[in-house]
Every structure is written in C-alpha cells, then in structure tokens.
C-alpha cells in the first residue's frame, strides 16, 4: 500500500454515506452527542442540502431514518450515536467503491499505525483485493499465517471467530473491517476458508494470534563463486524502515571494506513486501540510483503530475544488483522494483508482483480516527501504470509448490548465480 501524508507518503500490499453529512458536521462541531444513561440526548443542526458536485445533494432522507431509528428501535441500549455515526461514514465512502479508500474508527486507526510500526496482535497477514475480492497480499515471514502455508494470492472467503461472535463471508467487505475481524488478543484463534488457484475446492485454516515484531530490513550473507552476497531483505517502508537501512549498509560496508564495489554484490529481496511509506521507498532507490533520477510519478485526478526523484547521493551505486520479487511484492515495493528495473539497475528474479498502482492519502481526525483517500496513481519512471498488471521479472523463476525441502528457494539461487 501506498500512503500520501503532509508528513509522510504511504503506497499498499497493507494492507483500511448518505450519513457522510454527519462527519461533515462533527469535523465542523456542529454535531454533539450527550450520553445520559442508555438514551442518547442528540443537538444536531438540521442543514437539509449540502453543496456538491454536481449539484446539491439532499440530506433530509437520513435525518428522517436517523429520527425513526431513534423514536421506534426497540432497545434502546443498543443506540450508540458514535458508532451509528462511523457506520454511516464508513458506508459513505465504501460506497465510492475503491476497496483502499476506507474510513478508519479509533481502533482500525491505531491498528493501521501499529503494522506501520512493525508491532502487532494479529496472525501476520497482509491484506490486499484481487477484483474486489479479499486476498493475501503476503504473509509475515515467521508468523502463524507464514507456518500456516497461507500464500500470495489465496482468496479469503470467510472468517470465523467463536470467542467474538463472528461467522462472516467476505464478499462487500471493506479492508479495515476485514483487519478488524483477523487481528486480535495473542493467543485466540480465527478460522479462515481460503480459495487458491491449484485447489479445486475451498478450504480452512485455523490460526492462533500471536504478538508480532517484525523488523522492516535484515541481510545475511551468501557465498557465490569467490564473493560475498549481501542479501538485503527489505520486509515492508514503515516507521523505523530508514534507520534499519542505513544499519544494514553501514554493515555491508565494513563488510565490503578494501574491496572493490563490483566485487560486493547485492541481492534486494522485496518478496511478500505490501509497500508502506512512499517517500521511503524513494529513499531506499537512492541508495542505488543517481541523484535526479525520477523513482516514480504521482498523477492526480485533475492531470497533475507530481515526480519523486532521488535527493542524496547512494552507497551502493555501482554494486552489482539482482532484485527479488513475488506475487506478496506490492505498491511500495512495486514501485521501488520497477524504478531499478526500468534504469536497468539490476536483473529482476521471480515472479509477477502484485499489481496495485494507487496512492493513499492517510488524514488522522482529532477523536483519533483516520481516512484513507485513494488520491492518486503512480506510474514507472517510463511512464507505465502497474494496476493490476505487476512489474514483471526479467528471469521467471516459479517457487515450488510440492516440495518436500521447505528450504528450497530456487529465485535466490537464480539471483546467487547472476551474481557469480
């Protein structure tokens, strides 16, 4: 995922109303609820039309449900004015019918953050969509969903939950919802029925939440021929992303010490990588691109077109390079494989990326909840928009799906032996 923030950028693969009026007045404190006991005591100004495009649109309808709702609903206890309010929000912007514009309540908010961040509840699982279909961008290397077997790409059909109450298909379902009924306290379990592409039929699995704590960048080092590979994997472009970068070279430097740079080969694994910050995304292409290189271009929906280019000057521009990606390779890291790539930087290994080439705009409310605004597309240094189309490698390399070896990992071999 791709975020745009007057802070921060953000790109992806994260993976979040007639009563949009109501958001409108509480953004203006013009809508004010009281709670007195069960029954809601509401001091609205009534406006009956909102100015919009085109025309006016008539809000007196939902003034009208608001009132019958509230004068006949039987128990009254269930009548919390905040939570019909993020509701009907929620359902406003759902209704534009783009699955990564989505309104965040308080928890989803700080939920969102929180993967951002790198530290969750949860069973490690990036959400995405594959036609307006719930799916797997990636699983989190080393967490319940990854020991699980749940792939790049398996459809999620249903969730259930017995300790919350929950037996839900997933057709309709925004993506904030969708996080909302998979992540929960470590040690409680949902149930997923997934659909993949070689199985016929649907099928479940059960996984157990747990805590967490991913780190955003690792390298390890691999013997190829008679040099050392720096393989560089680079998880998602979250908060702690640049400083975790500039560790792991500062490392490959002292490691490289003495030696020529063409004789200190890096490998850059963004497989299962969903994206994250774009502005970070840029910042890690610096590391192997020029300065003024474009690393992506942002069109509006006016025709603007906004350019990310490289500000600073690299450590590892004339290092050779191979560039790893997958199906769980999305937005962010999209953008970051397909700018190397289209420089002709590095050889591309693996498999088709994701395919999500729209920018997020995160705007943060003052009761704590947030709205992502699906605010632009980005397009490839040459000019091309990925939707649904991927960045495609120039070595296709499949992973094995019936091996017995669960330490197979032909595309790194591939990489290991360009490398040589």
């Known amino acids: 995922m791709v975020y745009v923030n007057p802070r921060k950028l953000l790109v992806v693969g994260t993976l979040m109303i007639a009563c949009g009026y109501a958001g409108f007045l509480l953004g203006k404190q013009r809508l004010v609820f009281e709670f007195e006991n069960w029954k809601p005591a509401v001091v609205i100004n009534r406006s009956a039309t909102l100015s919009g495009k085109p025309g006016e649109v008539d809000f007196s309808l939902f003034w009208q449900v608001w009132d019958k709702v509230n004068e006949s609903y039987v128990d009254k206890t269930d009548l919390d004015a905040k939570k019909m309010v993020d509701g009907a929000i929620s ?21 969102s953050k929180a993967d951002l ?10 959400l995405g ?58 040690g409680t379990k949902v149930k997923l029925m997934i659909a993949r592409a070689d199985r016929e039929e649907p099928f479940e699995v059960e996984l157990v939440r747990e805590t967490i704590n991913v780190k955003s960048v690792t390298v390890e080092y691999k013997e190829s021929g008679d040099r050392s590979v720096a393989w560089i994997k680079l998880n998602r472009f979250g908060d702690k992303t640049k400083e975790e970068w500039n560790t792991v070279v500062t490392d490959i430097g002292d490691k490289c010490a003495g030696v020529s740079s063409r004789n200190c080969p890096v490998i850059l694994d963004v497989r299962n990588n969903p994206g994250g910050y774009l502005e970070t995304s840029v910042f890690v292409a610096g590391e192997f ?17 906004l350019e990310s280019v490289v500000e600073r000057n690299g450590r590892l521009l004339n290092n050779p390079l191979v560039i790893l990606v997958n199906e769980g390779s999305a937005s962010a890291a999209e953008i970051l494989a ?83």
Do not use: C
């Open 91 to 111: 359902g406003m912007v759902a209704a534009i019918g783009d699955p990564y514009t989505a309104f965040l309540p308080v928890v989803q908010n700080e939920e």
């Open 117 to 126: 961040g790198g530290k969750f509840e949860g069973v490690g699982i990036q």
């Open 129 to 186: 969509f594959k036609d307006h279909q719930l799916a797997v961008v990636a699983p989190l290397e080393g967490t319940p969903a990854f020991r699980a077997g749940v792939r790049s790409g398996d459809l999620i059909l249903h969730i259930k939950d017995d300790k919350k109450g929950v037996d839900q298909d997933t057709g309709g379902m925004a993506l904030p919802e969708a996080v909302k009924l998979i992540r929960g306290e470590g």
């Open 289 to 305: 691109l020029k300065p003024d290189k474009n690393v992506v271009t942002q069109q509006y929906g006016d025709g603007k077109k």
């Open 338 to 420: 397909g700018a190397l790539q289209d420089y002709k930087r590095g050889k591309v290994v693996g498999v088709k990326s994701f395919g999500k080439g729209s920018v997020q705009q995160p705007e943060d409310f003052s009761d704590g909840s947030g709205l992502h605004v699906t605010v632009a597309k980005w397009l490839r240094p040459s000019g091309e928009w990925i939707d649904k189309k991927g960045v495609m490698p120039d070595t296709e390399i499949k992973m094995p799906t019936d091996s017995q070896d669960d330490t197979a990992d032909p595309q790194l071999d591939k990489a290991l032996e360009l490398l040589k």
